[in-house]
Protein backbone atom coordinates (compact mmCIF):
# COMPACT_ATOMS: atom_id res chain seq x y z
CA UNK A 1 0.00 0.00 0.00
CA UNK A 2 2.83 2.45 0.62
CA UNK A 3 4.52 1.96 -2.52
CA UNK A 4 1.28 2.50 -4.08
CA UNK A 5 0.65 -1.12 -5.83
CA UNK A 6 -2.47 -1.50 -3.20
CA UNK A 7 -5.39 0.92 -2.79
CA UNK A 8 -7.70 0.40 0.09
CA UNK A 9 -11.42 1.64 1.44
CA UNK A 10 -12.75 2.60 4.59
CA UNK A 11 -16.25 0.88 5.19
CA UNK A 12 -18.33 2.38 7.97
CA UNK A 13 -21.63 2.79 6.24
CA UNK A 14 -24.47 0.54 6.20
CA UNK A 15 -27.91 0.88 4.63
CA UNK A 16 -29.22 1.89 7.69
CA UNK A 17 -26.72 4.11 9.56
CA UNK A 18 -24.53 6.56 8.59
CA UNK A 19 -23.85 8.97 10.92
CA UNK A 20 -25.25 6.20 13.85
CA UNK A 21 -22.81 3.88 13.90
CA UNK A 22 -23.79 2.53 16.76
CA UNK A 23 -27.05 0.98 14.82
CA UNK A 24 -24.37 -1.18 12.96
CA UNK A 25 -25.10 -4.77 11.71
CA UNK A 26 -21.96 -5.96 10.21
CA UNK A 27 -20.17 -9.00 12.84
CA UNK A 28 -16.73 -10.69 12.95
CA UNK A 29 -16.67 -14.36 14.69
CA UNK A 30 -13.37 -15.08 15.73
CA UNK A 31 -11.71 -18.08 14.19
CA UNK A 32 -9.09 -20.92 15.91
CA UNK A 33 -6.32 -19.35 14.16
CA UNK A 34 -6.88 -15.68 15.14
CA UNK A 35 -8.69 -14.56 12.70
CA UNK A 36 -12.58 -13.47 11.57
CA UNK A 37 -14.95 -14.23 9.61
CA UNK A 38 -16.68 -10.96 8.60
CA UNK A 39 -20.00 -10.60 7.57
CA UNK A 40 -22.43 -7.51 6.57
CA UNK A 41 -23.26 -5.13 3.97
CA UNK A 42 -21.52 -2.00 3.45
CA UNK A 43 -22.78 0.79 1.52
CA UNK A 44 -21.40 3.90 -0.52
CA UNK A 45 -17.43 2.77 -0.47
CA UNK A 46 -15.87 5.02 -2.25
CA UNK A 47 -13.25 2.82 -4.41
CA UNK A 48 -14.63 -0.29 -3.46
CA UNK A 49 -13.64 -1.87 -6.13
CA UNK A 50 -11.80 -1.56 -9.24
CA UNK A 51 -9.03 -3.08 -11.60
CA UNK A 52 -6.53 -0.59 -11.23
CA UNK A 53 -4.63 -2.20 -7.91
CA UNK A 54 -3.04 -6.11 -7.76
CA UNK A 55 -5.11 -5.94 -4.04
CA UNK A 56 -7.61 -3.96 -2.36
CA UNK A 57 -7.14 -3.22 1.76
CA UNK A 58 -10.80 -2.87 2.94
CA UNK A 59 -11.03 -1.61 6.29
CA UNK A 60 -14.12 -2.88 7.80
CA UNK A 61 -16.33 -1.85 10.82
CA UNK A 62 -18.09 -4.89 12.73
CA UNK A 63 -19.60 -5.84 15.86
CA UNK A 64 -17.96 -9.13 17.52
CA UNK A 65 -20.40 -10.66 19.10
CA UNK A 66 -21.04 -11.14 23.02
CA UNK A 67 -19.36 -7.35 23.26
CA UNK A 68 -20.64 -4.33 24.34
CA UNK A 69 -23.86 -2.78 22.94
CA UNK A 70 -23.42 0.24 20.45
CA UNK A 71 -20.40 2.14 19.47
CA UNK A 72 -18.50 0.91 22.06
CA UNK A 73 -19.30 -2.80 20.58
CA UNK A 74 -17.42 -1.71 17.26
CA UNK A 75 -13.91 -3.50 16.04
CA UNK A 76 -11.59 -2.57 13.06
CA UNK A 77 -10.79 -5.04 10.18
CA UNK A 78 -8.35 -5.60 7.99
CA UNK A 79 -10.48 -7.52 5.00
CA UNK A 80 -8.35 -8.09 1.88
CA UNK A 81 -9.77 -8.46 -1.39
CA UNK A 82 -7.70 -11.82 -2.47
CA UNK A 83 -6.24 -13.28 0.86
CA UNK A 84 -1.88 -13.29 0.76
CA UNK A 85 -0.24 -16.46 -0.20
CA UNK A 86 2.75 -17.19 2.65
CA UNK A 87 5.17 -15.33 0.29
CA UNK A 88 3.24 -12.00 0.59
CA UNK A 89 1.49 -12.16 -2.93
CA UNK A 90 -2.27 -11.85 -3.31
CA UNK A 91 -3.45 -15.67 -3.21
CA UNK A 92 -7.24 -16.85 -3.06
CA UNK A 93 -10.12 -14.97 -3.51
CA UNK A 94 -11.81 -13.29 -0.56
CA UNK A 95 -15.54 -13.53 0.33
CA UNK A 96 -15.87 -9.86 -1.10
CA UNK A 97 -17.96 -8.63 -3.59
CA UNK A 98 -19.53 -5.95 -5.15
CA UNK A 99 -23.28 -5.74 -5.34
CA UNK A 100 -23.23 -2.63 -7.00
CA UNK A 101 -22.14 0.36 -8.46
CA UNK A 102 -23.88 3.96 -6.75
CA UNK A 103 -24.78 5.82 -9.79
CA UNK A 104 -23.92 9.74 -8.46
CA UNK A 105 -24.50 13.13 -8.72
CA UNK A 106 -20.24 13.54 -9.28
CA UNK A 107 -16.73 12.34 -8.32
CA UNK A 108 -17.20 10.05 -11.54
CA UNK A 109 -13.80 8.99 -11.66
CA UNK A 110 -14.31 7.42 -8.28
CA UNK A 111 -15.96 3.96 -7.97
CA UNK A 112 -18.70 4.16 -4.81
CA UNK A 113 -19.52 0.18 -4.06
CA UNK A 114 -22.24 -1.26 -2.17
CA UNK A 115 -19.77 -4.21 -0.56
CA UNK A 116 -20.83 -7.66 0.53
CA UNK A 117 -19.28 -9.45 3.16
CA UNK A 118 -20.22 -12.90 3.24
CA UNK A 119 -18.12 -14.89 5.87
CA UNK A 120 -14.29 -13.20 4.74
CA UNK A 121 -11.69 -13.51 5.75
CA UNK A 122 -10.27 -10.88 8.19
CA UNK A 123 -7.65 -9.79 10.76
CA UNK A 124 -8.01 -7.79 14.04
CA UNK A 125 -6.57 -4.15 13.54
CA UNK A 126 -5.79 -2.48 17.13
CA UNK A 127 -7.60 -3.51 20.07
CA UNK A 128 -11.75 -5.44 20.58
CA UNK A 129 -14.30 -3.04 20.41
CA UNK A 130 -12.10 -0.22 19.92
CA UNK A 131 -12.29 -0.21 16.28
CA UNK A 132 -13.53 4.01 16.08
CA UNK A 133 -10.51 5.10 18.00
CA UNK A 134 -8.16 3.47 15.50
CA UNK A 135 -10.58 3.95 12.26
CA UNK A 136 -10.18 7.90 13.75
CA UNK A 137 -6.66 7.81 13.34
CA UNK A 138 -7.21 8.31 9.91
CA UNK A 139 -10.17 10.09 9.88
CA UNK A 140 -9.01 13.32 11.25
CA UNK A 141 -6.44 13.81 8.49
CA UNK A 142 -9.00 12.18 5.70
CA UNK A 143 -11.12 14.84 7.03
CA UNK A 144 -8.50 17.90 6.52
CA UNK A 145 -8.09 16.17 3.58
CA UNK A 146 -11.55 16.93 2.82
CA UNK A 147 -11.53 20.24 3.80
CA UNK A 148 -8.66 20.73 0.76
CA UNK A 149 -10.84 18.78 -2.02
CA UNK A 150 -13.44 22.24 -1.06
CA UNK A 151 -10.55 24.83 -1.17
CA UNK A 152 -9.31 22.77 -4.79
CA UNK A 153 -12.30 22.09 -6.52
CA UNK A 154 -12.86 26.39 -5.84
CA UNK A 155 -9.72 27.13 -6.66
CA UNK A 156 -9.83 25.36 -10.30
CA UNK A 157 -13.68 26.85 -10.92
CA UNK A 158 -12.74 30.23 -10.05
CA UNK A 159 -9.61 30.25 -12.12
CA UNK A 160 -11.60 29.36 -15.25
CA UNK A 161 -14.40 32.21 -14.23
CA UNK A 162 -11.50 34.92 -14.13
CA UNK A 163 -10.78 33.99 -17.82
CA UNK A 164 -14.16 33.91 -19.00
CA UNK A 165 -14.68 37.24 -16.97
CA UNK A 166 -11.88 38.69 -19.35
CA UNK A 167 -12.96 37.12 -22.14
CA UNK A 168 -16.37 37.42 -22.45
CA UNK A 169 -17.74 41.00 -23.84
CA UNK A 170 -20.53 42.22 -22.38
CA UNK A 171 -22.28 45.62 -21.52
CA UNK A 172 -20.52 48.66 -20.38
CA UNK A 173 -18.14 49.94 -17.66
CA UNK A 174 -20.99 52.06 -16.09
CA UNK A 175 -17.56 54.75 -15.43
CA UNK A 176 -16.42 55.20 -18.48
CA UNK A 177 -16.01 52.31 -21.91
CA UNK A 178 -12.57 50.43 -21.20
CA UNK A 179 -12.67 48.44 -24.74
CA UNK A 180 -13.67 51.03 -27.32
CA UNK A 181 -12.50 48.93 -30.17
CA UNK A 182 -14.86 46.20 -29.19
CA UNK A 183 -18.90 45.78 -29.81
CA UNK A 184 -19.12 45.59 -25.18
CA UNK A 185 -16.27 45.63 -22.36
CA UNK A 186 -15.75 42.09 -20.49
CA UNK A 187 -17.72 41.22 -18.10
CA UNK A 188 -14.48 42.06 -15.38
CA UNK A 189 -15.47 45.51 -15.89
CA UNK A 190 -18.57 44.42 -13.85
CA UNK A 191 -19.18 45.24 -10.27
CA UNK A 192 -20.81 42.91 -9.42
CA UNK A 193 -18.91 39.98 -11.30
CA UNK A 194 -15.61 42.09 -9.57
CA UNK A 195 -17.65 41.06 -5.88
CA UNK A 196 -18.13 37.07 -7.11
CA UNK A 197 -14.60 37.14 -7.90
CA UNK A 198 -13.13 38.85 -4.66
CA UNK A 199 -15.22 36.53 -2.59
CA UNK A 200 -13.89 33.43 -4.69
CA UNK A 201 -10.57 34.45 -4.81
CA UNK A 202 -10.29 35.62 -1.16
CA UNK A 203 -11.81 32.50 0.08
CA UNK A 204 -9.08 30.00 -2.25
CA UNK A 205 -5.89 31.72 -0.80
CA UNK A 206 -7.21 32.29 2.79
CA UNK A 207 -8.74 28.74 2.63
CA UNK A 208 -5.35 27.27 1.61
CA UNK A 209 -3.34 29.13 4.20
CA UNK A 210 -5.81 27.87 6.81
CA UNK A 211 -5.20 24.04 5.61
CA UNK A 212 -1.50 24.75 5.57
CA UNK A 213 -1.82 26.04 9.18
CA UNK A 214 -4.00 22.72 9.59
CA UNK A 215 -1.26 20.16 8.27
CA UNK A 216 1.20 22.01 10.00
CA UNK A 217 -0.48 21.44 13.73
CA UNK A 218 -0.69 17.43 12.45
CA UNK A 219 2.41 17.45 11.82
CA UNK A 220 3.73 19.01 14.95
CA UNK A 221 1.34 16.86 17.04
CA UNK A 222 2.79 13.75 14.86
CA UNK A 223 5.91 14.38 14.53
CA UNK A 224 7.15 16.39 17.92
CA UNK A 225 4.59 15.31 19.76
CA UNK A 226 3.36 18.61 20.67
CA UNK A 227 0.31 18.32 22.83
CA UNK A 228 -0.93 21.71 22.09
CA UNK A 229 -0.74 21.52 18.22
CA UNK A 230 -2.98 18.41 18.98
CA UNK A 231 -5.66 19.87 20.79
CA UNK A 232 -6.09 23.19 18.47
CA UNK A 233 -5.97 21.13 15.19
CA UNK A 234 -8.64 18.51 16.78
CA UNK A 235 -10.59 21.47 17.80
CA UNK A 236 -10.51 23.09 14.16
CA UNK A 237 -10.50 19.82 12.11
CA UNK A 238 -14.69 19.87 11.86
CA UNK A 239 -13.94 23.60 11.33
CA UNK A 240 -11.49 22.90 8.46
CA UNK A 241 -13.60 20.06 7.03
CA UNK A 242 -17.33 21.51 7.04
CA UNK A 243 -16.62 25.47 6.90
CA UNK A 244 -14.12 24.81 3.73
CA UNK A 245 -16.24 22.72 1.86
CA UNK A 246 -19.73 24.27 2.39
CA UNK A 247 -17.96 27.75 1.48
CA UNK A 248 -16.09 25.52 -1.16
CA UNK A 249 -19.35 24.25 -2.77
CA UNK A 250 -20.50 28.21 -2.63
CA UNK A 251 -17.56 29.47 -4.74
CA UNK A 252 -18.05 26.93 -7.25
CA UNK A 253 -21.77 28.04 -7.92
CA UNK A 254 -20.59 31.67 -8.13
CA UNK A 255 -17.94 30.79 -10.59
CA UNK A 256 -20.95 29.09 -12.10
CA UNK A 257 -22.57 31.91 -12.34
CA UNK A 258 -20.08 34.14 -13.91
CA UNK A 259 -20.40 32.06 -17.20
CA UNK A 260 -23.90 32.76 -16.87
CA UNK A 261 -26.46 30.27 -19.33
CA UNK A 262 -23.15 29.31 -20.21
CA UNK A 263 -22.18 27.33 -16.88
CA UNK A 264 -25.77 25.65 -16.74
CA UNK A 265 -24.77 24.45 -20.18
CA UNK A 266 -21.96 21.48 -20.23
CA UNK A 267 -19.94 22.99 -22.96
CA UNK A 268 -17.44 24.76 -19.92
CA UNK A 269 -17.52 21.90 -17.82
CA UNK A 270 -18.48 24.19 -15.22
CA UNK A 271 -21.63 22.31 -13.39
CA UNK A 272 -18.64 19.53 -13.31
CA UNK A 273 -17.38 21.55 -10.08
CA UNK A 274 -20.40 21.89 -8.32
CA UNK A 275 -21.00 18.35 -8.74
CA UNK A 276 -17.82 17.48 -7.46
CA UNK A 277 -17.70 19.71 -4.58
CA UNK A 278 -21.38 18.74 -3.74
CA UNK A 279 -19.87 15.47 -1.98
CA UNK A 280 -17.08 16.95 0.19
CA UNK A 281 -20.32 18.49 2.87
CA UNK A 282 -21.72 15.14 2.79
CA UNK A 283 -19.14 12.43 2.81
CA UNK A 284 -16.08 12.28 6.51
CA UNK A 285 -19.16 13.01 8.56
CA UNK A 286 -21.80 15.66 6.68
CA UNK A 287 -21.33 18.77 7.96
CA UNK A 288 -24.17 19.46 10.18
CA UNK A 289 -22.54 16.46 12.15
CA UNK A 290 -18.98 18.08 12.12
CA UNK A 291 -20.46 21.89 13.89
CA UNK A 292 -22.34 18.89 16.14
CA UNK A 293 -19.34 17.79 17.05
CA UNK A 294 -17.68 20.57 17.34
CA UNK A 295 -19.99 22.40 20.18
CA UNK A 296 -21.63 19.20 21.04
CA UNK A 297 -18.01 17.79 22.55
CA UNK A 298 -14.43 19.94 21.08
CA UNK A 299 -15.70 22.68 22.21
CA UNK A 300 -15.16 21.03 26.12
CA UNK A 301 -12.70 19.10 25.41
CA UNK A 302 -9.61 19.61 28.21
CA UNK A 303 -11.98 22.00 30.00
CA UNK A 304 -11.91 24.53 27.01
CA UNK A 305 -8.28 24.78 26.87
CA UNK A 306 -8.18 24.56 22.99
CA UNK A 307 -10.44 27.12 22.73
CA UNK A 308 -8.68 29.36 25.03
CA UNK A 309 -5.35 28.77 23.66
CA UNK A 310 -7.15 29.57 20.17
CA UNK A 311 -8.35 33.31 21.45
CA UNK A 312 -5.10 33.66 23.30
CA UNK A 313 -3.45 33.01 19.95
CA UNK A 314 -5.72 35.76 17.95
CA UNK A 315 -5.46 37.94 21.01
CA UNK A 316 -1.52 37.85 21.26
CA UNK A 317 -1.14 38.26 17.37
CA UNK A 318 -3.14 41.05 17.81
CA UNK A 319 -0.82 42.79 20.28
CA UNK A 320 2.64 41.76 18.24
CA UNK A 321 0.85 43.41 15.32
CA UNK A 322 0.11 46.77 16.89
CA UNK A 323 2.89 48.87 15.37
CA UNK A 324 3.17 47.98 12.00
CA UNK A 325 1.05 50.57 10.55
CA UNK A 326 -2.24 52.29 11.00
CA UNK A 327 -4.06 51.32 7.40
CA UNK A 328 -2.95 47.73 9.08
CA UNK A 329 -4.89 48.22 12.38
CA UNK A 330 -7.59 49.75 10.77
CA UNK A 331 -8.50 47.38 8.15
CA UNK A 332 -7.40 44.13 9.46
CA UNK A 333 -6.47 44.15 13.67
CA UNK A 334 -9.75 46.10 14.26
CA UNK A 335 -11.98 44.10 12.32
CA UNK A 336 -10.14 40.52 13.21
CA UNK A 337 -10.44 41.61 17.37
CA UNK A 338 -14.24 42.25 16.12
CA UNK A 339 -15.14 39.33 14.86
CA UNK A 340 -13.16 37.08 17.60
CA UNK A 341 -15.34 38.69 20.21
CA UNK A 342 -18.50 37.52 18.44
CA UNK A 343 -17.09 34.20 18.72
CA UNK A 344 -16.58 34.72 21.98
CA UNK A 345 -19.65 35.80 22.89
CA UNK A 346 -21.06 32.88 21.26
CA UNK A 347 -19.19 30.41 23.00
CA UNK A 348 -20.02 32.48 26.26
CA UNK A 349 -24.10 31.49 25.42
CA UNK A 350 -23.10 28.10 24.74
CA UNK A 351 -21.65 28.48 28.12
CA UNK A 352 -24.58 29.60 29.82
CA UNK A 353 -27.50 28.22 28.04
CA UNK A 354 -26.29 25.03 26.87
CA UNK A 355 -26.87 22.95 29.67
CA UNK A 356 -30.22 24.24 30.67
CA UNK A 357 -31.65 23.12 27.01
CA UNK A 358 -29.07 21.92 24.86
CA UNK A 359 -30.99 22.63 21.49
CA UNK A 360 -30.13 26.29 22.59
CA UNK A 361 -26.56 25.15 21.71
CA UNK A 362 -27.45 22.63 18.76
CA UNK A 363 -29.85 25.38 17.10
CA UNK A 364 -26.71 27.41 16.74
CA UNK A 365 -23.99 24.85 15.93
CA UNK A 366 -23.33 25.37 11.73
CA UNK A 367 -23.77 29.35 12.56
CA UNK A 368 -20.96 28.59 14.68
CA UNK A 369 -18.68 26.44 13.17
CA UNK A 370 -19.25 29.24 10.02
CA UNK A 371 -18.09 31.80 12.22
CA UNK A 372 -15.28 30.08 13.55
CA UNK A 373 -14.09 29.24 10.08
CA UNK A 374 -14.61 33.19 8.97
CA UNK A 375 -12.45 34.20 12.04
CA UNK A 376 -9.65 31.56 10.94
CA UNK A 377 -9.58 33.09 7.98
CA UNK A 378 -9.55 36.51 9.26
CA UNK A 379 -6.72 35.45 11.61
CA UNK A 380 -4.23 34.10 8.31
CA UNK A 381 -5.43 37.32 6.21
CA UNK A 382 -4.30 39.42 9.00
CA UNK A 383 -1.05 37.30 9.33
CA UNK A 384 -0.44 36.94 5.74
CA UNK A 385 -1.12 40.87 5.04
CA UNK A 386 1.58 41.43 7.64
CA UNK A 387 4.23 39.45 5.65
CA UNK A 388 3.71 41.41 2.73
CA UNK A 389 3.71 44.58 4.63
CA UNK A 390 6.96 43.49 5.84
CA UNK A 391 8.31 42.68 2.75
CA UNK A 392 6.74 45.65 1.32
CA UNK A 393 8.47 47.72 3.36
CA UNK A 394 12.11 45.68 3.05
CA UNK A 395 12.01 46.88 -0.82
CA UNK A 396 10.78 43.82 -2.26
CA UNK A 397 11.26 43.54 -6.22
CA UNK A 398 7.39 41.80 -6.42
CA UNK A 399 5.79 44.58 -5.20
CA UNK A 400 2.57 43.39 -7.63
CA UNK A 401 2.25 40.05 -5.87
CA UNK A 402 2.30 41.65 -2.21
CA UNK A 403 -0.29 44.71 -2.73
CA UNK A 404 -2.48 42.17 -4.44
CA UNK A 405 -2.37 40.05 -1.05
CA UNK A 406 -2.90 43.12 1.37
CA UNK A 407 -5.86 44.03 -1.24
CA UNK A 408 -7.32 40.41 -1.38
CA UNK A 409 -7.06 40.54 2.56
CA UNK A 410 -8.53 44.14 2.93
CA UNK A 411 -11.58 42.69 1.10
CA UNK A 412 -11.99 39.50 2.99
CA UNK A 413 -11.61 42.05 6.08
CA UNK A 414 -14.27 44.27 4.71
CA UNK A 415 -16.48 41.70 3.28
CA UNK A 416 -16.07 38.79 4.37
CA UNK A 417 -15.84 38.73 7.91
CA UNK A 418 -18.52 40.77 9.39
CA UNK A 419 -20.86 37.30 8.68
CA UNK A 420 -20.03 36.87 12.47
CA UNK A 421 -22.47 39.24 13.35
CA UNK A 422 -24.85 37.76 11.02
CA UNK A 423 -23.78 34.21 12.95
CA UNK A 424 -23.84 35.82 16.01
CA UNK A 425 -27.65 37.39 15.97
CA UNK A 426 -28.77 34.11 15.26
CA UNK A 427 -27.10 31.94 17.67
CA UNK A 428 -28.63 34.21 20.13
CA UNK A 429 -31.77 33.92 19.71
CA UNK A 430 -31.63 30.12 20.79
CA UNK A 431 -33.79 27.34 20.01
CA UNK A 432 -37.23 29.06 20.66
CA UNK A 433 -37.68 29.97 16.51
CA UNK A 434 -36.12 26.54 15.65
CA UNK A 435 -38.07 24.28 17.62
CA UNK A 436 -41.74 26.17 17.24
CA UNK A 437 -43.03 23.68 15.31
CA UNK A 438 -44.03 20.17 16.67
CA UNK A 439 -43.15 17.41 13.04
CA UNK A 440 -46.53 17.07 12.31
CA UNK A 441 -46.54 21.21 11.37
CA UNK A 442 -44.13 20.59 8.69
C1 LIG B 1 -20.13 9.32 -2.85
C2 LIG B 1 -20.05 8.84 -1.44
C3 LIG B 1 -18.89 8.23 -0.99
C4 LIG B 1 -18.82 7.72 0.31
N1 LIG B 1 -17.70 7.05 0.71
C5 LIG B 1 -17.74 6.36 1.89
C6 LIG B 1 -16.69 5.44 2.24
O1 LIG B 1 -15.70 5.28 1.52
N2 LIG B 1 -16.81 4.75 3.39
C7 LIG B 1 -17.90 4.87 4.22
O2 LIG B 1 -17.94 4.20 5.24
N3 LIG B 1 -18.89 5.73 3.93
C8 LIG B 1 -18.85 6.47 2.78
N4 LIG B 1 -19.86 7.33 2.45
C9 LIG B 1 -20.96 7.50 3.39
C10 LIG B 1 -20.98 8.87 4.06
O3 LIG B 1 -19.91 8.99 4.95
C11 LIG B 1 -22.37 9.01 4.71
O4 LIG B 1 -23.30 9.20 3.66
C12 LIG B 1 -22.42 10.15 5.71
O5 LIG B 1 -21.63 9.87 6.82
C13 LIG B 1 -23.85 10.43 6.19
O6 LIG B 1 -24.52 9.25 6.54
P1 LIG B 1 -25.97 8.95 5.92
O7 LIG B 1 -25.88 9.11 4.45
O8 LIG B 1 -26.44 7.65 6.43
O9 LIG B 1 -26.88 10.11 6.47
P2 LIG B 1 -27.65 10.15 7.88
O10 LIG B 1 -26.73 9.72 8.98
O11 LIG B 1 -28.95 9.46 7.74
O12 LIG B 1 -27.87 11.72 8.04
C14 LIG B 1 -28.81 12.44 7.23
C15 LIG B 1 -28.74 13.90 7.59
O13 LIG B 1 -29.10 14.07 8.96
C16 LIG B 1 -28.10 14.76 9.67
N5 LIG B 1 -27.95 14.16 11.00
C17 LIG B 1 -27.76 12.86 11.30
N6 LIG B 1 -27.69 12.71 12.63
C18 LIG B 1 -27.83 13.93 13.19
C19 LIG B 1 -27.82 14.44 14.51
N7 LIG B 1 -27.66 13.64 15.56
N8 LIG B 1 -27.99 15.77 14.67
C20 LIG B 1 -28.13 16.59 13.63
N9 LIG B 1 -28.14 16.17 12.36
C21 LIG B 1 -28.00 14.85 12.14
C22 LIG B 1 -26.81 14.63 8.82
O14 LIG B 1 -25.99 15.78 8.99
C23 LIG B 1 -27.36 14.53 7.42
O15 LIG B 1 -27.51 15.81 6.85
C24 LIG B 1 -19.93 7.88 1.17
C25 LIG B 1 -21.08 8.54 0.73
C26 LIG B 1 -21.16 8.98 -0.56
C27 LIG B 1 -22.43 9.63 -1.02
Redesign the pocket.
Given at each position: MVSCEWTG?????EPH????LGLMRTKAEPQEDGSYKVSGQ?I???AGDHDMAANIIHLVLAKIPGGPDGIKGVSLFIVPKFVLNDDGTPGTRNGVSVGNIEK?MG?HGNS?CVMNYDEATGYLLGDAHKGMRAMFTMMNEARVGVGMQGVSQAEAAYQNAVEYAKDRLQGRDVTGVKNPDGPADPLIVHPDIRRSLMDQKSFVEGGRAFLLWGAQMIDQAHRDGNKDANGLVSLLTPVIKGFLTDEGYDMTVKAQQVYGGHGYIEEHGMSQYTRDAR?AQ?????N??QA?DLVGRKLAVDGGKHLMAFFELVKSFCKDSAEVNDDFTKDFIAPLKAASKDLQAASMYFVQNGMKNPNNALSGSNDFMHMFGHVCLGLVWAQMAKAATEVLDAGSSDAAFYETKIATGRYYMARRLPATQLHLTRILTGAETVMALDAASF
Open positions: TMNLTCGTDKFISKITIIYEGAGVL
